[in-house]
């Protein structure tokens, strides 16, 4: 497995490849950038054939985070770890104090959060080892709630670019993963809206309770999500869902959604413009969660200043459609441009100092 030639690689300032027999840990912490400030970003348990496409993974998510925090205009870098799920029964408590272990190593230059598959518990577990992790109980707490917050704001922004609608009202949205932590958030914000729903998720009895609960209509089959006669399509599953198999059975005129990574590949963004599909850059969508998560970092980072960021949130996804549609280029293209410049001049000033 190659590294520093990665595709995904990036100038990552430093990887850190653990593991623990004991525990079974396998983990692989990515620090993308800390020229504005420590790395920031979750942890994900996930069931990964083989430790190159873990790695992949560990790198898209954790650039991931620095396009997503400087675009925030947070004072923090970007980074993730990703956890080789364990093949069989394994003892949940132990992994975690090895990854707190893990994540005591690098010193603070990258602190970690829950992401799929791993919940604020987990995270208490690796507290034992490590004065690195944010968003918990006693502190800002689960991010899910802001960060479907921050998307529920970036969908209104989308139907007004998009459908040219400055209500959600009788707007069909078809929701991935919508039982998940912020799919439920934001499938009840958006019924609140008087958006006609559809819904899916693997969670078949969460789906149905969820779908009774706001009047949605339930997809099935989980591929039939995509073709869906809907407005918006909103992921709030996984990533790489916008790809050569999925685009051309999208009815939608929006993709706009939580998910990270939702292109498979970045010329996914062109073919959604050629089809004359709006694209809300996820980075973007979804900062409302790492907003909130800045009070345990700093304590004048409040409630009211999370307000005002989200504001901001919805104000940066307008000017990106516009630029992008004034350039007649992909929106991706165009804000990957920005956070690209804005990383750069970081390092050059944190070099400078
Ligand atoms: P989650 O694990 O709580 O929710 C994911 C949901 O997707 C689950 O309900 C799961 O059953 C469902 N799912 C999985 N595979 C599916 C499939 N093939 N079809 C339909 N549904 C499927 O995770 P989450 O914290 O809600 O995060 C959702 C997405 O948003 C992830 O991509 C995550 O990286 C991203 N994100 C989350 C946050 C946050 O604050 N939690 C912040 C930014 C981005």
């Not at 991935?176 to 969670?203: C, K, M, N, P, W």
């Not at 809907?230 to 685009?247: E, H, S, V």
Request: aromatic share 6%; glycine share 10%.
């Amino acid at each position: 497995m190659s590294v520093y030639d990665h595709p995904e690689f990036d100038n990552h300032e430093k990887i850190l490849f653990a593991s623990d027999a004991q525990s079974g840990l396998k983990a692989i912490l990515a620090v993308h950038s800390t020229a504005r400030g420590p790395a920031v970003g979750g942890c994900r348990l996930w069931t990964y054939d083989n430790s190159a496409d873990a790695l992949t993974d560990a790198l898209r998510l954790s650039q991931g985070m620095s396009y997503k925090n400087v675009m925030a205009d947070l004072p923090i870098g970007g980074g993730k770890s990703v956890i080789m799920k364990p093949e069989g029964n394994f003892d949940r408590t132990a992994l975690f104090e090895a990854f707190g272990r893990a994540l005591q190593a690098l010193n603070g230059e990258y602190m970690s959060a829950e992401d799929v598959g791993v919940s604020p518990e987990d995270i208490m577990i690796a507290k034992r080892h490590t004065d690195y992790v944010v968003g918990l109980d006693g502190g800002t707490g689960d991010p899910s709630p802001t960060t479907a917050k921050g998307v529920f704001m970036g969908i209104q922004a989308s139907a007004e670019r998009g459908l040219g609608k400055s209500s959600l009202s009788g707007v069909k949205i078809a929701v991935q993963g919508a039982t998940g932590h912020v799919g439920s958030a934001l499938v009840r914000r958006l019924a609140g809206a008087g958006a006609e729903l559809f819904l899916s998720d693997i969670r078949e009895d969460a789906l149905k309770a969820l779908a009774a609960e706001t009047g949605a209509t339930v997809i099935e089959d989980l591929n039939a999500i995509y073709e869906v006669e809907a407005d918006i399509f909103t992921p709030c599953a996984l990533g790489g869902i916008i790809n050569p198999d999925t685009i051309d059975r999208l009815k939608v005129k929006v993709v706009a959604g939580a998910a990270n990574n939702q292109l498979k590949t970045p010329d996914m963004g062109a073919e959604l413009q050629k089809r004359g599909i709006l694209y809300a850059p996820d980075y973007v969508i979804n900062a409302g969660g790492i907003i909130n998560t800045m009070g345990d970092i700093e304590p004048q980072f409040d409630a009211k200043w999370v307000e005002g960021k989200l504001v901001t949130l919805k104000a940066t996804l307008l000017e990106v459609f516009d630029k992008a549609e004034n350039e007649g280029r992909p929106v991706n293209e165009v804000t990957d441009e920005i956070a690209r410049r804005r990383l750069a001049e970081a390092a050059e000033m944190k070099q400078a100092a």
